[in-house]
């Protein structure tokens, strides 16, 4: 049974920083791309950031510069660091595992968390 368990959501002041992390099991997600997804209110949930399992990032350009994701195999854990927010980046955001990276650009993925709240204001 796979799971994908966020943790690290949280409300904060435009400008500051959250870092998300998650924790995978019930496979071995080096065998998969992971990312974060989000999905504001009235909005299609869409790709943040994404990463395959050779450490190649790729990033919504909405985040470039911002955000930074990094995955650790050994623990089969994946992380969001978060900096300079706006309160366009107000979502939940989801962490999500799939084979193919494209379609975790296109915010759909084969396996998905239960998601956190991330609030800017």
């Known amino acids: 049974h796979v799971q994908l368990v966020e943790s690290g959501g949280g409300s904060v002041q435009a400008g500051g920083s959250l870092r998300l992390s998650c924790v995978a099991s019930g496979y071995t997600s080096i065998s998969y791309c992971m990312g974060w997804l989000r999905q504001a209110p009235g909005k299609e949930r869409e790709g943040v950031a994404w990463i395959d399992k050779d450490g190649r990032t790729q990033y919504a350009a909405s985040v470039e510069g911002r955000f930074t994701i990094s995955r650790d195999n050994n623990v089969n854990a994946l992380y969001l660091q978060m900096d300079s927010l706006k309160p366009e980046d107000t979502a939940i955001y989801y962490c999500?595992?799939?084979?193919?990276?494209?379609?975790?650009?296109?915010?759909?993925?084969?396996?998905r968390g239960q998601g956190t709240q991330v609030t800017v204001s």
């Open positions: 999500a595992a799939d084979v193919w990276m494209a379609s975790l650009a296109l915010g759909k993925a084969t396996y």
